[in-house]
């Protein structure tokens, strides 16, 4: 079985930093390949960043990259998202998914679009201002 299950999400003045944790099942965790979402109201879940489970290759969003760092503890089979350098468009409900075929990820390319996973966490809200 598959359970994801995020944390971390609160408000934070702009400019401000937050962690976000998703404690996975053991199943996501091995099998599949895991990435990080968000979503405003009216809007696309938008992909935010991505961690392969073997090499720990990192992807990010154009709107993230160079101030959210993906990780990954495999002990604790959780994901993290350090996001600092925080915007208020960076307002919104952030989800962790697995895609558990690895599918979203073909070669060097991450397709971070919902369509390529199959499992999702509840959410937690990020609110920054």
């Known amino acids: 079985h598959v359970q994801l299950v995020e944390s971390g999400g609160g408000s934070v003045q702009v400019g401000g930093s937050l962690r976000l944790s998703c404690a996975t099942s053991g199943a996501a965790w091995t099998s599949g390949c895991l990435g990080w979402f968000r979503q405003v109201e009216g809007k696309d879940r938008e992909g935010v960043a991505a961690?392969?489970?073997?090499?720990?290759?990192?992807y990010y969003g154009d709107s993230v990259k160079g101030r959210f760092t993906v990780s990954k503890d495999n002990a604790k089979y959780t994901l993290y998202l350090q996001m600092n350098t925080l915007k208020s468009e960076d307002s919104a409900m952030y989800y962790c998914?697995?895609?558990?075929?690895?599918?979203?990820?073909?070669?060097?390319?991450?397709?971070?679009?919902?369509?390529?996973?199959?499992?999702w966490g509840q959410g937690t809200q990020v609110t920054v201002s």
């Open positions: 998914a697995a895609d558990l075929g690895c599918r979203s990820h073909s070669g060097p390319t991450w397709h971070g679009t919902m369509q390529y996973y199959n499992y």
């Open positions: 961690i392969t489970p073997g090499r720990g290759r990192r």
